[in-house]
């Protein structure tokens, strides 16, 4: 039993944390690390993050496969994908990580701290008006495991929460809005929008002028989702009209974001170099130790992607 690893020890750890995390948590489990596959009769597992199928082997015995990339669009429908069920690498809580991020950015708008530090750089003292959290109301699109942590969190801050999302969640702690028909409603009525949508063909550029017209004057919005969610242009129109006040931006296309950019420069953005979140060595080794005993108790994936859908 044989689990290949894809560049995972290229952006997460080194061969030696990866080979030692794995000795200790799946002593069971020999790891090879690509391009030495060795025999491909042998692997199981394919563990990965930016894969190139058009390089990467398909094992004939292969069981499952595990992704770290946030998003499967730039892979799943390419046609060496070997038919397999495809597994996140992802905490079924959430990242804690990614909740401190999207709180932290939701709590500098709400707290008008852009503004603040303008001023601080102009060397005015100048108070504005501080409105309360149940007078600001969060929307997150998208409500996923990763949303739904800090979702909650904002709300036992005070703040109305609701989320919107492709179908109907009955059992959501928080209001939510579903399907196209739904979209409007809900944007009229979120005054700081979460992204946290994979990418698809629906949600591709979901934040346009068309969109940004339905918030409230003086909206704000948290990417952290893909790049391809916001169309720039419109961004940067929204935000020097003042139907939006500001925009915080850890996605981008393409990345790195380039020096000539106006994001960089743009007054009422924050860049941020796609950095919401790092998990260690250990948390995803034991992600795979637990999917892997989940499929050998007969089980299925612990996260697993719908193809179809394409998250």
């Keep these: 039993m044989a689990l290949l690893l894809v560049n995972l020890d290229k952006f997460i750890g080194d061969v030696e944390t990866w080979r030692a995390t794995f000795a200790e948590q799946i002593p069971d489990l020999e790891l090879r690390i690509f391009p030495d596959a060795g ?35 730039s892979f799943i429908r390419h ?34 701290m852009p503004g603040y530090q303008q001023r601080q750089a102009n ?52 209001p939510v809005f579903h399907g196209e028909d739904q979209l409007e409603a809900f944007l009229n009525q979120t005054d700081i929008a979460v992204c946290l949508l994979p990418l698809t063909k629906e949600t591709e550029g979901i934040f346009c002028a068309r969109t940004f017209a339905m918030m409230p004057k003086g909206a704000m919005l948290v990417n952290v989702g893909r790049g391809k969610h916001v169309l720039t242009n419109d961004l940067i129109a929204a935000l020097d009209s003042g139907q939006l006040a500001y925009a915080a931006l850890d996605a981008h296309v393409p990345e ?32 795979i130790a637990a999917n892997i005993q989940s499929l050998d108790a007969g089980g299925g994936l612990l996260q697993e992607i719908d193809k179809k859908a394409g998250y």
């Design 256 to 287: 790195p974001l380039p020096p000539e950019s106006p994001l960089w420069a743009h007054p009422k953005i924050t860049v941020m170099p796609h950095v919401a979140r790092r998990p260690t060595v250990a948390q995803l080794v034991t992600e």
């Design 39 to 73: 025999d491909l009769s042998e692997i199981d597992y394919l563990a990965f993050m930016r894969p190139d199928f058009d390089v990467i082997p398909a094992p004939p015995n292969l069981k499952a496969m595990f992704t770290r990339s946030a998003g499967v669009d």
């Design 123 to 174: 060397r005015e003292w100048h108070r504005v008006a501080i409105t309360r959290p149940e007078e600001r109301r969060i929307g997150f699109l998208g409500y996923g495991m990763m949303a739904t942590a800090p979702a909650l969190v904002l709300k036992s801050l005070g703040f109305p929460v609701s989320a919107w999302t492709r179908t109907p969640k009955p059992d959501a702690e928080i």
């Design 79 to 112: 046609p060496n994908v070997p038919q397999v069920p495809l597994g996140k690498l992802e905490p079924s809580g959430g990242d804690p990580m990614m909740t401190e991020y999207v709180i932290m950015h939701v709590l500098r708008f709400h707290r008008d």
